[in-house]
């Protein structure tokens, strides 16, 4: 890994100076650590102690919005970014034993689900600095689905599994029409939260996959925001809840005065008829949400064409 920039060196210098005063010892800090996100086995963790300084140094830009926001929620004496460096410090004296998971997100938006780290924060060792590699990330040539004469037939055609290679991936690709899986347009209600705007809405529906594409506005002077965890419930308690994600197509976060589409996709039970459901997709690191109390999965059936007998 190279060196960090002279931007990030003084930020170290003078936070570590500023805080030395505050760390008695160092027999309780762990040495300089270098890890990696990408292509890890396991995800990384970094263990932070109350009143102990602990520095993250990235071999790569990192989307400084998203992660102020997201550190606002930790309740940490300190939490300071810059372009390449994260500076942690939980609040002196509390008894903290918790394990934070955080998506970190760089600035050119890649990946863009971002990468998984954890924050392990407890009274014993802390780690005073931590040196970061995002590590090597998938060309576009493999992330990239193989086409064919018949590629499209085949996507619309199979059972989508995952996120990379479900209804998202065809969402994404333009590859998700109105022909082979079913499209119902919905119209919006008061979904998005404060500041938000959701400009149109549409469910596909595939057998055992569903996702709700929205597209979303967000207006000027209002903070970034960026989906997290998310909730579906299709009204049966008997059931578990199916496991759901959520993601904008045209990056990471949707910024003030911006338009992006915004997919949840979900698992579901075929074979059963479930007219409505309920679902929620939270702010990484914040408090508004986007919630679905009663989206229609049925298409609704035209006044004139009510009573029309079928030849």
């Known amino acids: ?6 931007g990030v060196v003084w930020l ?6 500023a805080a030395a005063l505050a760390q008695p010892s160092s027999e309780s800090l762990l040495p300089v650590r270098r890890l990696t996100l990408a292509g890890s086995r396991d995800v990384p963790e970094v263990r932070l102690a109350p009143g102990r300084l602990t520095t993250l140094l990235f071999d ?3 989307e400084v919005n998203a992660l102020r926001q997201v550190g606002r929620t930790w309740g940490f004496e300190r939490v300071e970014v810059a372009e390449r460096a994260l500076v942690l410090l939980p609040r002196p004296g509390q008894a903290v034993a918790a394990r934070i998971p955080l998506t970190v997100r760089f600035a050119d938006g890649q990946p863009e689900e971002g990468l998984p780290l954890v924050l392990v924060v407890g009274s014993g060792e802390a780690e005073a600095r931590v040196e970061v590699a995002r590590g090597l990330l ?16 085949a996507a619309e055609g199979a059972a989508p599994s995952a996120e990379g290679g479900g209804l998202m991936g065809l969402i994404s690709t333009g590859l998700l029409g109105e022909q082979g899986i079913r499209a119902i347009r919905v119209e919006p209600e008061d979904w998005a939260p404060p500041g938000m705007t959701v400009r149109e809405a549409r469910v596909y529906v595939a057998t055992g996959r569903m996702a709700l594409e929205v597209t979303l506005f967000l207006e000027r002077g209002e903070l970034p925001w960026a989906p997290g965890e998310a909730i579906v419930d299709l009204g049966q308690s008997e059931r578990a809840a199916p496991q759901a994600v959520a993601r904008l197509l045209e990056g990471a976060v949707l910024r003030p005065g911006d338009t992006a589409r915004l997919v949840v996709e979900w698992a579901s039970p ?28 049925e298409p609704r059936v035209p006044e004139a064409s009510r009573g029309r007998r079928q030849p």
């Not at 998938?138 to 037939?153: H, K, L, V, Y």
């Not at 007219?275 to 989206?295: K, M």
């Open 1 to 6: 890994m190279s060196g960090p920039p002279r």
């Open 12 to 17: 170290w210098i003078h936070l570590v100076g």
């Open 60 to 62: 790569a830009p990192l």
């Open 138 to 153: 998938p060309g576009p040539e493999e992330r990239a689905e193989p086409q064919s004469a018949g590629g499209a037939q």
């Open 270 to 297: 075929t074979g059963q008829k479930m007219p409505r459901c309920r679902l929620s997709v939270s702010e990484q690191g914040g408090e508004r949400a986007f919630q679905v109390n009663a989206l229609p999965l």
